[in-house]
């Protein structure tokens, strides 16, 4: 059965590839796929070489001290597991102690692992990129896929954002954010009229008429308080460090990247 459905697969590539342009799409933080990457690792030995891939690059990097050590299990390991645990997310969750050995490895981790091992695996079916779209977390997996830089400094470019999002120096205060279901217009005529402008932003629009709003915790909770008098729809995301404080880490961030800004949707594929 495994074999047919790579032939399939194969074959439907072989036949539509020579007139299509083929773009890689990487996505940005969601649910990790641990299920899909953990039945991919089993079955298929170029996705699990990937992996492995990741994990010794990781082993490698923490043991010359170029990326802090991790007290996660392996990724190797972690698709192994008869029972899935979801990931650990930084700055969602409590942060890692050097003990906590049996830890799951992080969300961005697990996500960007997957999506580095999926690619390699369409190259192996012969499934090449012309060009290649990628937002936030994406961007990390698709700057391989587009020659910009190594897997060594994939790893190197996800352990200091990790880094820098489990800094609580760099957030004094904690921040939240909320989803409200109104255009951008509205929500900064409330914010203007509360007086909450420069400490609770508009930091994101999910659609016209879904509004990522996020600042300092306790503003963004008196925020949302007057918000519950109105007809208004929201919801509050657990997250302690909200959007807006993001820019805190900016400069840090792209002195890693030689400052280039990570905000590209589409790159060229280099061959």
């Not at 961005?108 to 290649?132: C, D, E, M």
């Not at 951008?184 to 008429?209: C, M, N």
Request: charged fraction near 20%; aromatic fraction near 10%; hydrophobic fraction near 40%.
């Amino acid at each position: 059965m495994r074999f047919m459905f790579t032939l399939c697969v194969r074959l439907f590539f072989s036949f539509n590839m020579a007139s299509q342009h083929v773009v890689f799409s990487f996505a940005g933080q969601g649910f990790p796929p641990v299920e899909a990457a953990r039945d991919l690792y089993r079955v298929s030995s170029t996705f699990r070489q990937a992996i492995t891939d990741v994990q010794e690059t990781i082993n490698g990097l923490s043991h010359d001290g170029s990326i802090p050590g991790h007290a996660h299990v392996p990724l190797t390991e972690y698709f192994e597991e008869d029972e899935i645990r979801p990931p650990y997310a930084a700055s969602f969750d409590r942060p890692l102690s050097a003990t906590q050995h049996s830890l799951p490895p992080s969300a961005t981790l697990v996500i960007v692992s997957a999506q580095y091992a999926l690619g390699k695996l369409l190259q192996s079916w012969g499934v090449s990129p012309q060009s290649v779209m990628a937002y936030s977390l994406g961007e990390i997996a698709a700057g391989t896929f587009t020659g910009s830089y190594t897997l060594p400094a994939m790893v190197k470019l996800l352990a200091r954002r990790e880094g820098l999002l489990e800094d609580r120096s760099l957030f004094p205060n904690k921040g939240g954010l909320a989803l409200v279901f109104t255009d951008g217009d509205s929500i900064k005529q409330v914010l203007a009229k509360e007086g909450l402008l420069g400490t609770v932003d508009i930091a994101g629009f999910s659609s016209p008429v879904a509004t990522c709003v996020a600042g300092d915790a306790a503003q963004l909770d008196i925020f949302l308080k007057k918000l519950s008098n109105t007809d208004l729809i929201f919801k509050r995301v657990k997250s302690d460090i909200g959007m807006r404080k993001i820019r805190k880490i900016v400069k840090s961030y792209l002195a890693l990247t030689t400052g280039r800004p990570w905000g590209f949707n589409y790159l060229p594929a280099r061959h």
